[in-house]
Nanobody
Framework: QVQLVESGGGSAQFGGSLRLSCATS???????MAWYRQAPGKQREMVAY???????RYAESVKRRFTISRKKAGNTIYLQMDNLKAEGTAVYYC?????????WGQGIQVTVSS
């Protein structure tokens, strides 16, 4: 059974930083992965994407503030979030496969406040 477990969420102040982690088990091939987020009353959106080769892309709203990375082996990814803004308040989801049809973690809350 494939499982994705996010960690590292919580509260941060405007301009602060948080680092999310996502550990995967039950799968042995390497896949593209991504971080999505869903803010209250909004649709889930892709925040950052990383390929099996380490190439990355970001939502325009988080470019130059968020950094996605992955361990060299396996499907463990990270999201370094710097200079957090109010719109960063959301549930963040780890995704294996990089598409909505992939596997999902349970989500982790990030709250940004003054």
């Amino acid at each position: 059974q494939v499982q994705l477990v996010e960690s590292g969420g919580g509260s941060a102040q405007f301009g602060g930083s948080l680092r999310l982690s996502c550990a995967t088990s039950g799968i042995y091939s390497i896949y593209d992965m991504a971080w999505y987020r869903q803010a209250p009353g909004k649709q889930r959106e892709m925040v950052a994407y990383i390929t099996v080769y380490g190439s990355t892309r970001y939502a325009e709203s988080v470019k130059r503030r968020f950094t996605i990375s992955r361990k060299k082996a396996g499907n463990t990814i990270y999201l370094q979030m710097d200079n957090l803004k109010a719109e960063g308040t959301a549930v963040y989801y780890c995704n294996l496969g990089g598409t909505p049809e992939g596997y999902w973690g349970q989500g982790i809350q990030v709250t940004v406040s003054s």
